[in-house]
C-alpha cells in the first residue's frame, strides 16, 4: 500500500475519472476526502464503494466555479483528513461550440470550473498542505491540440497546464511536486464511448479505443506515490496516442 498513512484530496470526485482517482488513492491506503458539485448520491456512492472495501472518505458540496464555495469545501476537507498530502485537481466541465456560437456565459463557466477552481482551491488547499505533497492537475490533450468546436475547453486545459508548470517552480522549495495529467477521450458521462462524437474520435485514437477511468487513476495514483520523487512540472498523455 504505496499510499500508506496519506490524505488526498480529489475535486470532483463523485463519477467519472474523480471518483476512479478516489477509489484508487483509497485501494493504495490513503484516507480521501472528495468534493462534487451537486450530485450527492454519486458522491455517497463512491465514498460507500471506498468503505467497503475497508477505506475511510468523507465528501463535501463545492462548486469549484464559486470562490467561497470552493474555499469551504476545502477548509472542510482539510480538517476531516487532517491536513492534505495529496491534492488532484479534478473537477471540470466542458461545453462545445463553434467560436460563433459561444457566449460570455459558456466562457466563464469553463474558466470558472477549470481554471479559477484550481487557482482558488491550490491557495486554500496551500497552508494545509504537508511539505513534500502531491499536486496533481487533470488537464486534457486538448490543451495541446484543436479539436473542432473546442476552442475555449482547450484553452482552459492549456492554462491547466500552464499552472501546473508554474506552481511546481513556485513549490519547489517545499518540495511539493506538482505535475498535469492529460487525457485523451476516456468513457464518462462528459464523453460517453457509444456517442456520435465518439465514432468521429475512433479515427484518431491509434489504439482504436477509448481509455477507461482506471487507466488515468493509475496514472494518478504512479504521481501521488513514492516512484515519482523526482518528477515535477511536467505533463503526462494518456491518450491511447491520439496526441502522439
Ligand atoms: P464527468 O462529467 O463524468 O464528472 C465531472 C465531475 O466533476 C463530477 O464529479 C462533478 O460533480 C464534478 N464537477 C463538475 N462541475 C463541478 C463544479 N463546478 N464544482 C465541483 N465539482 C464539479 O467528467 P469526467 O470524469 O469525464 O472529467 C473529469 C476531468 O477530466 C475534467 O477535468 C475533464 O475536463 C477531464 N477530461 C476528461 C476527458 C474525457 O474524455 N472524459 C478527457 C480529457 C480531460 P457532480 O457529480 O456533483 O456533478
Redesign the pocket.
Known amino acids: 500500500m504505496s499510499l500508506q498513512g496519506k490524505k488526498a484530496l480529489v ?9 476512479a482517482i478516489a477509489k484508487r488513492l483509497a485501494a493504495d491506503g490513503a484516507v480521501v476526502a ?7 448520491a ?2 455517497d456512492a463512491t465514498v460507500a464503494a471506498i468503505e467497503s472495501k475497508g477505506g475511510t472518505a468523507f465528501a463535501f ?6 470562490p467561497n464555495s ?1 474555499r469551504a469545501g476545502i477548509e472542510q476537507a482539510a480538517a476531516a483528513l487532517g491536513g492534505i498530502d495529496i491534492l488532484v485537481h ?5 461545453e462545445f461550440s463553434v467560436v460563433s456560437e459561444d457566449s460570455d456565459e459558456t466562457y466563464d463557466r469553463q474558466f ?3 481554471v479559477k ?1 484550481l487557482h482558488v482551491g491550490t491557495r486554500a488547499a496551500l497552508p494545509h498542505l504537508e511539505d513534500s505533497g502531491r499536486i496533481i492537475l ?5 490543451g495541446e491540440l484543436a479539436f473542432p468546436a473546442t476552442s475555449v ?1 482547450s484553452a482552459t ?1 492549456a492554462a491547466v497546464a500552464a499552472l501546473g508548470r508554474g506552481w511546481a517552480k513556485d513549490l519547489a522549495s517545499r518540495n511539493i511536486l506538482v505535475n498535469t495529467v ?10 460517453p464511448a457509444d456517442s456520435e462524437f465518439a465514432q468521429q474520435m475512433m479515427g484518431a485514437i491509434p489504439l482504436g479505443r ?2 477507461k ?1 482506471e487507466e ?1 487513476a493509475g496514472a494518478v495514483s504512479f504521481l501521488a506515490g513514492p516512484d515519482s520523487s523526482y518528477i515535477t512540472g511536467t505533463t503526462l498523455n494518456i491518450d491511447g496516442g491520439a496526441a502522439a
Not at 475535486?11 to 471518483?19: D, F, L, N, Q, Y
Not at 472528495?34 to 450527492?40: E, H, L, Q, R, V
Not at 458540496?61 to 464559486?66: H, L
Open positions: 475535486t470532483g470526485g463523485s463519477r467519472g475519472i474523480g471518483s472528495i468534493t462534487y458539485a451537486g450530485n450527492k454519486a458522491a458540496q463545492a462548486d469549484a466555479a464559486d470552493q479534478n473537477a471540470g466541465v466542458a470558472g470550473v477549470n477552481g487533470i488537464g486534457s490533450i486538448s475547453y486545459k492529460q487525457p485523451g477521450p476516456i468513457d464518462t458521462d462528459m464523453n477509448y481509455g477511468v488515468i
